[in-house]
């Protein structure tokens, strides 16, 4: 299942480990450095990302603000949720680094429940808690 990385680039390096351990828990992550080409309609390629996932996770640090892109995520968000019910989770994680957190758009706040969790671990730990899909169960491998 794919799951929405949503983020501004100065944290890429917090979601790319996301990401990564998702990928070994046999998620396919949704990350624009991943998943998008050179010259790709970017509302094209950001609504086929949200519309092939089952959860968007919005990852709030204090570098997380709108230059174009967030509301439009949001909005994406926000509609995959209404069409698809409980097949669609909106996860937002808020972190605090150095003293410092991002504020949670009102977009976002006034819909959904957020975490500010304590560590990456309990981080990780909200989204795969809040994922509308259970992990697999645990087999030997191949």
């Not at 892109?69 to 949001?74: D, F, G, K, Q, S």
């Not at 994680?93 to 500010?116: A, I, M, W």
């Amino acid at each position: 299942m794919k799951i929405f990385l949503s983020h501004k680039g100065a944290d890429k390096a917090l979601v790319r480990d996301f990401s990564q351990t998702l990928k070994l828990l046999g998620f396919d992550p949704w990350l624009d450095e991943d998943a998008m080409v050179a010259g790709v309609n970017l509302d094209r390629a950001i609504l086929k990302g949200f519309e092939d996932s089952c959860a968007a996770v919005f990852f709030i640090t204090e570098n997380f603000v709108d230059e174009k892109w967030l509301a439009t995520e949001i909005e994406y968000a926000v509609d995959q949720k209404r069409s698809k019910g409980d097949k669609f989770s909106v996860i937002t994680l808020k972190f605090v680094r150095n003293g410092k957190s991002g504020t949670v758009p009102d977009l976002l706040q006034k819909r959904f429940l957020y975490k500010e969790p304590k560590s990456d671990l309990e981080a990780f730990r909200e989204v795969i808690k809040a994922l509308p899909i259970e992990v697999g169960s645990v087999r030997w491998r191949s």
